[in-house]
């Protein structure tokens, strides 16, 4: 470095840990190495972020850190001040809804706030209910769905009201008396009771009445029962047959009886003997 200036100097930059730095320190000159230098700082800064914040921190100590302003975000610097400030505008906000519903939204620094209005209304422009009836009905039926619907007790029905609450009652009536008729004889009752008498039987299944009758035990002569026709025929064999049944009477006769004309057997055999006079033959 005899004889020459700094300034006819190379530039040497960025500095390396090796590198000498001539000082003049009274009447003598002196080398002295970077990291001397540096150490007269009490070392480098290092920088990290943390809180709220975005991407991935890390500890920056060596190097060069830029700051950058974001959304709403300014950075200002004087000297070696550096500000950072956050604009204090209205915020974005939103708007939507559905027919007479309108949603909208404010947003500041400090929060967000939604709003719901509907518009003002004083007279009821749409149909409030559609109303019919159906099931157990009398009447023309018909759709209501405007002006006002009312509500009519019929027979043995109560309609009650306690402010928006109608109680629709039934009462509980008697039942009426069943008319019968039997023989000669006719009656209002409330019940009819079949009654077993004279072989006859009734029984009752699922609303269904059976009646049976059964005699083991023939208490009337057989021709009470029997009828009174008569009829004959003709039966096998030397007996003559008779069947009395609810057809009435019934003679079986033998076939010779009917069909024999002539006599061709001996009527008698007969003999006499002892104190005879004659031929006997």
Do not use: C, H, W
Not at 13 to 35: E, H, K, M, Y
Request: no cysteine; glycine share 16%.
């Amino acid at each position: 470095m005899a004889n020459e200036k700094i300034s006819d100097l190379p530039p040497g930059s960025p500095a390396q840990p090796t590198d000498l730095i001539p000082i003049a320190r009274g009447a003598n000159n002196f080398a002295l190495g970077v990291g001397d230098i540096l150490a007269l700082g009490g070392g480098g800064v290092e920088v990290a972020i943390s809180g709220n914040s975005q991407g991935v921190p890390s500890t920056i100590s060596s190097g060069t850190l830029v700051l950058a302003g974001g959304n709403n975000i300014t950075l200002s610097q004087f000297g070696n001040s550096i500000t950072i400030s956050g604009n204090a505008g209205a915020g974005g906000g939103f708007s939507g809804g559905v027919s007479n519903i309108t949603l909208s939204q404010f947003t500041s620094p400090v929060g967000a706030t939604i709003t719901v209005s509907a518009a003002n209304q004083s007279i009821q422009t749409q149909n409030a209910i559609n109303a019919t009836f159906g099931g157990n009905t009398a009447g023309v039926l018909a759709l209501v769905s405007s002006g006002t619907l009312f509500l009519a007790g019929g027979n043995n029905v109560t309609l009650s009201q306690n402010g928006n609450s109608v109680t629709i009652s039934a009462n509980t009536a008697a039942a009426a008396n069943l008319s019968v008729s039997a023989g000669t004889t006719s009656g209002a009752f409330g019940g009819v009771t079949f009654s077993n008498s004279n072989n006859v039987n009734f029984g009752l299944n699922n609303g269904t009445i059976t009646a049976s009758a059964v005699q083991t035990v023939q208490t009337q002569a057989s021709g009470n029962i029997g009828a009174t026709g008569f009829a004959t025929t003709t039966i096998a064999g030397t007996a003559i047959a008779g069947t009395n049944n609810t057809a009435g009477f019934t003679l079986a006769v033998p076939p010779y009886i009917t069909s024999q004309t002539v006599q061709t057997q001996n009527v008698v055999g007969a003999s006499i003997s002892g104190n005879t006079a004659g031929v006997p033959a």
